[in-house]
């Protein structure tokens, strides 16, 4: 294993609108680089507004996008080697999303223990029975077999779908979790409980976490380390704390000051 779990190096996105020869390119990634230490599992939050560039950056983290520029290197090997077959299918198993939504995560027609019971099959990280590995993962988010069974996603509330959903990922045992925006479409007295989950599993698990938000509030909260986004690229980073207490860049200082702070954990978090 290599000491930087997650080498991002000067990594540019750019799309064209309209067509081939007279749409127009823009750029949604711009020379972005950042890494992520193998020894020390973090959540390091990447901060923007909508059209900053943040999401882009995790669909290319996760080997959905393919990056116009730059390199990014998982454990050591580039992700530019690694889009199809066998090779994939180890990266899936080491790097998990969580999306926005949970209601779209889910077939609204399907049991949710399938999908459970697939994921845990397909990467098969676990030597114990499939039940006993489904279960566990769902102890782990505070959820159990028995409470999930033969029910449709509608069933469940949207931080509970969540958590299934977070219990899916853990299914392979992995290294990376890249959440992108989730808890925004999650009812406001639930968003703690979720937020205090990532934190939980980097502690208890040892799993770093890519947490993508446009909310400073709970990104306070949760991250380690924080990445400030505008227009593709990055315009501040670091300590969380050091910089939401005193930010550099205008820009940084804008969000600052839309959010109440020391205490977000009990009033920024629930507005």
Known sequence: MSDVLLDVSEVSKTFVRGGLLSGQRVAAVRDVSFRLDARRPEILAVIGETGSGKTTLARMILNIETPTGGRLLFDGVDLATIRTGARRLAFMHHVQPIFQNPFEAFNPLKRLERYLFMTQRRFAASPVTPETAVDDALHKVGLSL???????????????????????????????????????????????????????????????????????????????????????SVVESGDARAILTAPQHPYSRQLREAVLLPDVANSALSA
């Open 146 to 232: 028995t409470e999930i069974r033969h029910r449709y996603p509608h069933e469940l509330s949207g931080g509970q779908l969540q958590r299934v959903a977070i219990a899916r990922a853990l299914l392979s045992s992995p290294r990376l979790i890249v959440a992108d925006e989730p808890v925004s479409m999650i009812d406001a007295s639930l968003r703690i409980s979720i937020v205090n989950l990532f934190k939980t599993l980097r502690d208890a698990l040892g799993i770093s976490i890519i947490y993508v938000t446009h909310d400073l509030a709970t990104a306070y909260y949760v991250a380690d380390r924080i990445m400030i986004m505008q227009e593709g």
